[in-house]
Each structure stands twice: as C-alpha cells, then as structure tokens.
C-alpha cells in the first residue's frame, strides 16, 4: 500500500526536501537524485549497505523489506526505521543520512550493486 500523504508531509517535515514517486505498491523516497527510503503500509524503510549496517543494528528486529517471487521471498537492502525514532527527530535525521550515503554508495558501484 502505497504511503498516505500525511505520512510523506510529516517526512518532509522531519528530514526536508524528499521527493517522492510511488512504485509497485510502495512510495519510494528520493534525495539528491538516488532512493534512500520506501514506506511500504505507513513504515519507513532505509536504505542498509555493508557500511552502514552497524547504524542500523536495532532495525535487525524488524523483517526487512521484501516480496515474493517464484514462491520465494526475496529480501531488499531497506530495513524498518523503529517507531521511536518519529520522537527522535534528530536520531531520525541521522538514519536518513546513513541510508542517503549508503544509496549513493549503491549509485556509485553501478547497476549490478543494485
């Protein structure tokens, strides 16, 4: 489901200037030309890579995001932000960071990183 915009405006008011583009059910969050985030049924997903990961150690409880194919359930590279962090503005702004670094890390290595 894709994220109700009082959702995406209390994003935009925490973390600034997002674009947003809805895709395959999901909105998809983008910064400075790369997709940090996804809200997926109003939670926020970041982007987690081999560098940031150690930022993103409590998310590890939470399933990441993912689908299905084939019968298979194929896990992506965003993690569930907890929802204490929506009264941590500060925490929260400094998860984006790390999911906005690890997309451009991501970016950077080329179409088959992804």
């Not at 030309?33 to 409880?61: C, K, P, S, T, W």
């Amino acid at each position: 489901m894709a994220a109700r915009d009082s959702f995406i405006d209390f994003l935009r008011d925490q973390l600034g200037p997002i674009a947003t583009r809805r895709m395959f059910g999901v909105t998809g969050l983008f910064c400075e030309g790369v997709m940090f985030g996804v809200i997926a049924e109003d939670a926020l997903y970041l982007r987690v890579d081999d560098h940031n990961r150690a930022v993103f150690q409590e998310a590890e409880a939470f399933p990441p995001l993912s689908y299905e194919k084939q019968g298979r359930t194929i896990d992506l590279s965003f993690w569930r932000v907890p929802d204490r962090l929506f009264d941590e503005p500060d925490e929260l702004i400094d998860w984006a960071q790390a999911g906005l670094a690890a997309a451009h890390r991501v970016a950077a290595a080329g179409p088959r990183a992804r």
